[in-house]
């Protein structure tokens, strides 16, 4: 019996695991819907067309910096590493909260350039596509600061549950990266 029991409590999956995969779903969702009135406005006409600020490729090579160094982090708490879990994980709150201003001085670039928030449906779509984006990497931050908060206030135990804990801040941080990355692809695609 207690083996069995055993088994059950090994196959079943973390709760919190659980409402974050169900979340991300919904995000997923959400932004498939985005991307889809784009597509399907954008087929309607009177279509501004223009390049997307450089800056926008850089911030994408920030949050894949930013995920790597996370990566890293999150392999430093593992193995008990404890400078590498620390830094790396200052690297990658640092590296958000650069992917978020850097994403404001995109916005600024387009209205330099005349691609205001009102000016055409194609702007506006850049502007609430990629700032829900930008809401979710601030969410992310908030996720970073409690780990940020774990790292340096409590003593360094890598406990299953602090693992478990960093694990969801780790996945979520990826899955932001990639997003954008689909983001960026799907905006260069469409220009």
Do not use: C
Request: glycine share 6%; charged share 10%.
């Amino acid at each position: 019996m207690a083996a069995l029991r055993q088994e059950y409590n090994q196959s079943k999956i973390n709760p919190h695991k659980l409402a974050l995969w169900i979340a991300i779903g919904s995000i997923i969702m959400m932004f498939a819907a985005f991307t889809s009135a784009y597509v399907v406005r954008r087929a309607a006409g009177n279509w501004l067309e223009f390049k997307l600020p450089d800056i926008f490729l850089v911030n994408t090579v920030v949050i894949l910096l930013s995920s790597l160094t996370l990566q890293l982090a999150y392999t430093g708490f593992k193995q008990k590493k404890e400078q590498q879990y620390k830094g790396f994980l200052i690297a990658t709150f640092l590296l958000g909260f650069a992917f978020v201003v850097l994403q404001y001085q995109g916005w600024e670039a387009m209205t330099e350039m005349g691609a205001t928030f009102t000016v055409n449906p194609s702007s506006s779509f850049i502007y609430v596509i990629s700032g829900l984006h930008a809401a979710h990497v601030l969410g992310g931050i908030a996720a970073l600061t409690v780990a940020l908060t774990h790292a340096y206030v409590l003593p360094y135990k890598p406990t299953l549950r602090r693992k478990q804990r960093f694990e969801l801040v780790v996945h979520y941080w990826h899955f932001v990266g990639i997003l954008w990355v689909y983001l960026m692809v799907f905006f260069m695609i469409q220009s």
